[in-house]
């Protein structure tokens, strides 16, 4: 069955690189996404990536996706304290161009100075 | 701008009363869903419906319901809450995938139910 799994907490110090690590099971998925929720709010999508690529970099963020071993990372560079926050690893299911996501349980980053 | 609201955000009700979250989406998207986030469970699909008239069972759908009868609306409904309803709802909702677009979710700001 389907199923993503993160670790539930992260803290890094301000400056640093953080790495936040998921695993998925379904080797059909199509697009694998992070998003983030920060306090008290819906969640958001920060980035994602295609299933037939390796990496994926926008500014401060590096996705990599080990299609292997089904491992997906999401490294935030110069890590900040507005970057503290929840992020979810979430994939996409088999049912074609609809878009029915399954979420790991996110994991908390905390920054701290 | 387009957008997805819900209400209530707070809501505190009694065990066995019915209770209805509202979710209503800007986007004229087709894919509209609901799921329900718990500490240590993540986000946790309850009910989601591709189009007017169509809905379908998540992970996590006994003790809801939902009716789909346009394309902006979902509303969520407990027939007789329980205790273990106690959580933050989400609405979220999406379009196709294209080549412009990964079909991601966007995502209304939450409901709070506290169920005594």
């Known amino acids: 069955g389907e199923d993503v799994e993160q670790s539930l907490f992260l803290s890094v110090r301000e400056g640093d690189s953080s790495v936040i690590n998921c695993t998925y099971t379904?080797?059909?998925?199509?697009?694998l996404y992070w998003y983030k929720q920060e306090p008290g709010a819906g969640l958001q999508l920060l980035t994602y990536?295609?299933?037939?690529?390796d990496m994926k970099q926008d500014q401060r963020l590096t996705v990599l996706l080990n299609k292997k071993d089904k491992h997906l990372s999401l490294r935030i560079a110069d890590t900040q304290t507005g970057d503290s926050a929840i992020y979810f690893c979430?994939?996409?299911?088999?049912?074609?161009?609809?878009?029915?996501?399954?979420f790991g349980a996110g994991t908390r980053l905390a920054v701290h100075p | 701008d387009a957008e997805i609201t819900q209400s209530p955000r707070h809501k505190i009700t009694e065990t066995g009363r019915q209770v209805t979250l509202a979710c209503h989406q800007t986007?004229?998207?087709?894919?509209m869903f609901w799921y329900r986030q718990d500490l240590g469970h993540g986000l946790r699909l309850i009910h989601y419906?591709?189009?007017?008239?169509?809905?379908n069972k998540g992970e996590v759908s006994d003790g809801y319901s939902v009716s789909r009868s346009n394309t902006e609306d979902l509303p969520l409904t407990l027939e007789s809450a329980a205790s273990s309803q106690t959580s933050v709802y989400f609405c979220?909702?999406?379009?196709?995938?294209?080549?412009?677009?990964?079909?991601?979710?966007?995502f209304g700001e939450g409901s709070r139910l506290t169920v005594l």
């Open positions: 979220a909702s999406s379009g196709l995938a294209n080549t412009f677009s990964t079909g991601e979710l966007f």
């Open positions: 379904d080797s059909s998925s199509t697009y």
């Open positions: 990536i295609f299933s037939n690529m």
């Open positions: 979430a994939e996409k299911g088999p049912s074609g161009g609809y878009n029915k996501l399954i």
């Open positions: 986007w004229n998207h087709n894919n």
């Open positions: 419906s591709y189009g007017v008239h169509d809905t």
